[in-house]
């Protein structure tokens, strides 16, 4: 194991750039109690610079999601894998749900050749397979402590511990076990491809609101779809997802803050990201 503490660069923002050149990503998720999941996910990915943003959720909620951010682009379910192949990056998981139609969604994407967060439902329906699924996806999984533990039983452990050195040791686990890169959430976030571990020093309990790692996994998906390497993608997301919530608490409060004035300050902890180059 190799500890990181090198933070990488972003991708490079040509003024002569368009929207092409910055990467397409697909949000798949919600149902009708979770509208508002995709749509952050999504929102976050244009805040971080994502060229265009599509959000594949059931028809019946689509034009409430648009309705929040009518710059995101509306797809219905039933032309999922038509628009996923195009992608350059897919984000599967926000609000998601459990649904055998669900889990037929998830296991259609992890079969494509494409970077890819899977975050909260996605990881909870992996959970319940009785093996970790083999896939051609470049995922990056995304759990939350809770998320860890579901995921935990695959691997034959318990509860995710809660100490730097145990959560480390877990996530390298499920890094080596799953062949895919874990971002352990929450504070000091845990990032492993297996071999390097990055441990971040940004963030604050701004960040324990509904909705934070739906943002987290919009910003992601944005730096996968500019085809930034994924382990670096998942060290420069964390970082700049912590220092959001840092200015986002210090404009209205640690109690206060909701997860879209994070995305609002989306921009302003990019700037301290580059700053900042260790």
């Known amino acids: 194991m190799a500890r990181t503490t090198v933070i990488p660069p972003l991708p490079p923002r040509p003024k002569s750039g368009h929207k092409g050149l910055f990467g397409r990503v697909l949000v798949v998720g919600g149902n009708d109690g979770m509208i508002g999941a995709p749509v952050l996910a999504g929102t976050a990915a244009l805040r971080m610079g994502s060229g265009l943003v599509q959000i594949a959720v059931p028809r019946s909620i689509l034009p409430y999601a648009l309705s929040i951010t009518p710059e995101l682009i509306g797809l219905a379910t039933d032309k999922l894998v038509e628009t996923a192949e195009e992608a350059d990056a897919i984000i599967v998981g926000p609000g998601l749900g459990q649904s055998p139609d669900a889990k037929k969604r998830l296991l259609q994407l992890i079969r494509l050749d494409k970077p890819m967060v899977i975050d909260a439902d996605g990881l909870n329906l992996l959970s319940k397979q009785k093996s970790f699924p083999k896939m051609k996806a470049h995922a990056v999984l995304t759990p939350h402590p809770g998320e860890m533990t579901r995921l935990n039983k695959l691997i034959k452990r318990g509860k995710a511990p809660s100490d730097d050195e145990g959560r480390i040791d877990n ?108």
């Open 171 to 278: 996530a390298l686990a499920a890094a080596e076990a799953f062949k895919q890169i874990v971002v352990l959430k929450g504070d000091r976030t845990v990032v492993t491809d297996g071999d390097s571990v990055y441990v971040n020093g940004t963030g604050n309990s701004a960040l324990s609101k509904a909705g934070s790692g739906d943002v987290l996994s919009g910003i992601l998906g944005c730096l996968l779809g500019q085809k930034m390497d994924p382990f670096d993608a998942a060290c420069a997301a964390v970082r700049i997802h912590g220092l959001a919530g840092e200015v986002a608490g210090e404009q209205h409060g640690l109690r206060s803050v909701l997860a879209r004035e994070i995305i609002d300050a989306i921009p302003e902890a990019i700037a301290l990201y580059e700053k900042r180059k260790i």
